[in-house]
């Protein structure tokens, strides 16, 4: 009489298989997890600083074109100015919201802090300190511009 081989795994390969593949699961989970975790940093950075950028890089382009004797001198957080077609511009911080407007349209969310300091010379020189927060990343940006005008 001849045995005939059934062809399936023994009860100690089993376990054995399932054991390797917990500690591999075991090791490659917390790698993973942190690698998702760098991702969604990464996004969270990367959304605050298109954010101040785009905010900083649309008032220094208006700034350079304001009339330098519309400018009012010192240190604040709103500002009100003339450009260079006599029209009247103001960027006003609202704290109470965390948003800065440029004649009540809204040019950026999520500010934390803002300031124009403008120093008399000529042409005058202004300086903006922007602050941006989300989800727990800050982004600090300053730029110093000179009027065209």
Do not use: C
């Amino acid at each position: 009489m001849r045995l005939i081989w059934a062809g399936g795994f023994t009860l100690l390969e089993v376990v054995m298989v399932i054991s390797v593949m917990g500690i591999i699961m075991g090791v490659g989970a917390p790698v993973m997890l942190a690698g998702y975790r760098a991702f969604f940093l990464g996004s969270d950075i990367q959304q605050v600083d298109a954010r101040a950028r785009l905010a900083m890089e649309r008032m220094v382009r208006e700034l350079r074109e304001a009339r330098a004797s519309s400018l009012p001198m010192g240190t604040r957080q709103d500002l009100t100015f003339r450009d260079k077609n006599n029209t009247s511009v103001t960027f006003n911080y609202v704290p109470s919201s965390d948003e800065m407007l440029r004649n009540s349209d809204i040019l950026a969310q999520g500010l934390t802090d803002h300031w124009f300091t403008i120093t008399p010379g000529s042409p005058p020189l202004i300086s903006l300190d922007l602050t941006v927060s989300e989800n727990g990343q800050t982004l600090q940006l300053h730029s110093d511009v000179t009027p065209r005008n």
